[in-house]
């Protein structure tokens, strides 16, 4: 079975420093990972995936994300925070256990991010 | 391109009043279908998934139901609410059959149970 796991509920940065979010997930097969953000009272929006075609993922808002086999992780980063950052940001795995086809996602607890000014 | 439709955005509910939700999806054709839930604190709970018309697989013994009438709606009902039941509820559909699908969102509707 997989699973997720995002270490630290909540992470504060300045503006304009880096943004480290971690995510470590756990697959017994190689697994396909997402990351989304949720703004609030909003739903949630994909940031980008990993479908092993390349280890560094990038996606939307100038944020990116290494799969690292070896350290079972795929953590995000942004190298300069933005205010516009701020939000909720959720780690998923695709649950493989049916086969795949019914797109299950199993997702983390979700890390809150605030950008100080 | 594809989108999808929730609504109410918002709604408040007496205890022990009926509840319809109700998600469309636009541009795609059998898309597996999701409900969720997120109750302040505990992140996303998976209600009803759906991989095609009347066929739903329930996660979580619950008051709830999910109905799929239509390749493209999906429902989210209750006879009788529960103040449980509050929280910020979110449908989603992913491309069927293909492994390795990211899901895409609807706003969400915000219940409040009074």
């Known amino acids: 079975a997989q699973s997720v796991t995002q270490l630290g509920s909540h992470v504060s940065v300045s503006e304009g420093a880096l943004v480290l979010l971690r995510c470590n997930y756990s697959?017994?097969?190689?697994?396909?990972l997402f990351w989304y953000v949720q703004y609030p009272n909003q739903g949630l929006q994909l940031l980008l995936k990993y479908t092993s075609a390349a280890t560094l993922v990038k996606g939307i808002n100038g944020f990116e994300a290494e799969f690292k086999k070896s350290e079972t992780s795929f953590h995000l980063t942004k190298p300069s925070a933005h205010m516009s950052d701020a939000a909720e940001y959720f780690c998923?795995?695709?649950?493989?256990?049916?086969?795949?086809?019914?797109?299950?996602?199993?997702f983390g607890k979700g890390t809150k991010l605030s950008v100080k000014p | 391109s594809q989108t999808i439709h929730q609504w109410p955005a918002t709604l408040v509910q007496p205890v022990g009043s009926p509840l319809s939700l109700e998600c469309t999806v636009e541009?795609?054709?059998?898309?597996?279908l999701y409900w969720y839930r997120q109750a302040a604190g505990r992140g996303l709970q998976l209600l009803f998934y759906s991989v095609g018309i009347g066929q739903i697989s329930s996660e979580v013994p619950q008051n709830l139901s999910a109905s799929r009438p239509q390749d493209r709606q999906f429902i989210l009902s209750s006879k009788k609410l529960l103040l449980s039941d509050s929280g910020f509820y979110l449908c989603a559909w992913s491309d069927f059959g293909r492994e390795g699908q990211p899901q895409h969102f609807g706003d969400g509707t915000r219940l409040s149970i009074l």
């Open positions: 541009g795609t054709s059998n898309p597996n």
């Open positions: 697959s017994s097969v190689p697994p396909y």
């Open positions: 998923a795995v695709s649950d493989q256990d049916y086969g795949g086809s019914q797109g299950n996602l199993i």
